[in-house]
Structure formats: C-alpha cells, structure tokens
C-alpha cells in the first residue's frame, strides 16, 4: 500500500510563494503518475497538475505559469512549488498517485492533505 505525506503548507499573502512536499513510502512511487489536487470551502475537488514517471508535467489553466510541479523518483518525493500566489489558491492541497498514461491517470492513493490560506 501506498502511503503519502504532504508538507509545507500555510499562510502566505497574495504574490507570495509557497513549496508543497509530497513523501511517498515505498518503490511503487516510481510507477505511478503523481499529481495535486485542491480543493476549496463549498466547492469540488480539482486537478492542479500532475506528473508522468518521466517528468512530463500537466497543469489546470488557472495555475499555468505560476506553479511547476517536479518528481525526484529516487528520493519518493514530489514537489509542487506556488508563486505568485492569489486568494483565490486558497484550499486544502492534496497530493496522490495512480495508474496512468504519460500525465493522465486516475488518483488511487491520497495524502491527508495541507492547508494553503493566501491572505493579506
């Protein structure tokens, strides 16, 4: 079984930057596509980019340009790393790994996930 860990989470005001980690437990990690997920009070959980095996990165629309998201397979850790950050990022992230194709997949395992506040 897969087990995730988020870290870095927190307050930051808007233009700020924040780095989020996520720890995966075992070999599997280097099998799997990788991704982040958010989700927001009273609203769906989203997508907020996503990483293939090879380091092929997928990003929502709302986030291009400003976030980037990297894997480091030998260390069973992903990073997804936030700047230029608005308000609106506000959200609980969660990070997750499933089966997939190139940076498609579908999230099997989940972190617990951190909280994110972009305020003033």
């Known amino acids: 079984q897969v087990q995730l860990v988020e870290s870095g989470g927190g307050l930051v005001q808007p233009g700020g930057s924040l780095r989020l980690s996520c720890a995966a437990s075992g070999s599997i990690f280097s099998i799997y596509v990788m991704g982040w997920y958010r989700q927001a009070p009273g609203k769906q959980r989203e997508l907020v980019a996503s990483i293939s095996t090879s380091g092929e990165p997928r990003y929502a629309d709302s986030v291009k340009g400003r976030f980037s998201i990297s894997r480091d397979n030998a260390k069973n850790t992903m990073y997804l790393q936030m700047n230029s950050l608005k308000t609106e990022d506000t959200a609980i992230y969660y990070c997750?790994?499933?089966?997939?194709?190139?940076?498609?997949?579908?999230?099997?395992?989940w972190g617990q996930g951190t909280q994110v506040t972009v305020s003033s």
């Open positions: 997750n790994a499933g089966p997939g194709f190139r940076a498609y997949y579908t999230p099997t395992y």
